[in-house]
């Protein structure tokens, strides 16, 4: 049985530093979380002009997994944990912040130079408590080691984490899901069939859809109901959409800045580690 809509949720212009905005469908007010997805960030296409470099300082995070998705557009990444890396279209970046770790992102030479179109995605992937403390980790995930899945007719689906249709993403995580960037071109339609105890949705970063009758537009995210395993969407124009499902974390959520924790009575800790210095610096 086809599961029904419970919510369509539209997205929220927020500046993110100064002079950069994104759009932001998760969280907002009585919406917290999607399974394990607790952020999720727009941005783009938009056109970058030469000389207006991308830069984003050095900051922390803990307790959860940043996660980019880059749609178009080139940028860059280093951290404390001395990786440098440059994420060109197509590619992913999935971070493990754990215990602590400092990064900055930032646009490549070359979009610096010579200008470009940059669209990408950013989303929040909580940790279970188990692991909200394990040391910090970087996956660089080139777009070609993506398993790009031919689901239907004009519809491909590129499988960033989890298991799906005998292939396997190669984000390595921490509770159960399945994460990726759906294609699909006008007229087409595609059905996923996910376990009844996943969460599930996607948000619609390019283009119009119908879902159950409603017709979905460029950055909404849809949630639907709980206790059924299957979902359709049917492009009405070309479309770039992402695949957001898994496990619920059952488990306090504290989102107090860059920081995840499950009390109140830990962020006092994580402030003194950052005070400290032991989520390193930028290098």
Request: proline fraction near 8%; hydrophobic fraction near 40%.
């Amino acid at each position: 049985m086809q599961a029904p809509i419970k919510a369509i949720y539209n997205s929220k212009r927020e500046e993110v530093v100064p002079g950069t905005f994104i759009e932001r469908p998760i969280p907002q007010m009585g919406f917290k979380k999607l399974g394990p997805f607790i952020l999720l960030d727009h941005l783009g296409p938009e056109p970058i002009l030469p000389g207006n470099p991308i830069n984003i300082p050095p900051h922390p995070h803990v307790g959860f997994s940043p996660v980019s998705i880059v749609l178009d557009g080139y940028l860059a990444h280093r951290d404390s944990m001395g990786n440098y890396a440059e994420i060109n279209p197509g590619d992913v970046q999935w971070l493990t912040a754990g215990k602590g770790m400092m990064h900055e992102e930032l646009s490549q030479k070359r979009m610096d130079e010579q200008g470009g179109t940059i669209h990408f995605v950013q989303l929040w992937v909580n940790l279970p408590k188990a692991f909200k403390k394990i040391a910090p980790t970087y996956q660089y995930i080139p777009a070609d080691s993506i398993p790009n899945l031919d689901l239907a007719e004009g519809v491909q689906f590129r499988l960033i984490a989890g298991k799906y249709e005998g292939a396997e993403g190669p984000a390595k995580t921490y509770s159960d899901m399945v994460l990726g960037h759906l294609k699909m071109q006008t007229g087409s339609t595609v059905s996923f069939t996910l376990p009844e105890t996943y969460d599930k949705g996607f948000f619609l970063a390019e283009g119009t859809v119908e879902v159950v009758d409603k017709t979905i537009e460029k950055e909404q995210l849809v949630v639907f109901e709980n206790g059924f395993s299957t979902f359709t969407i049917t492009a009405k124009t070309d479309t770039d959409i992402i695949i957001l499902t898994g496990e619920p974390i059952n488990e306090p959520l504290i989102i107090y800045g860059p920081f995840v924790v499950n009390s109140l009575q830990e962020i006092p800790e994580v402030l003194a580690d950052y005070d400290a210095g032991k989520m390193g610096e930028v290098r």
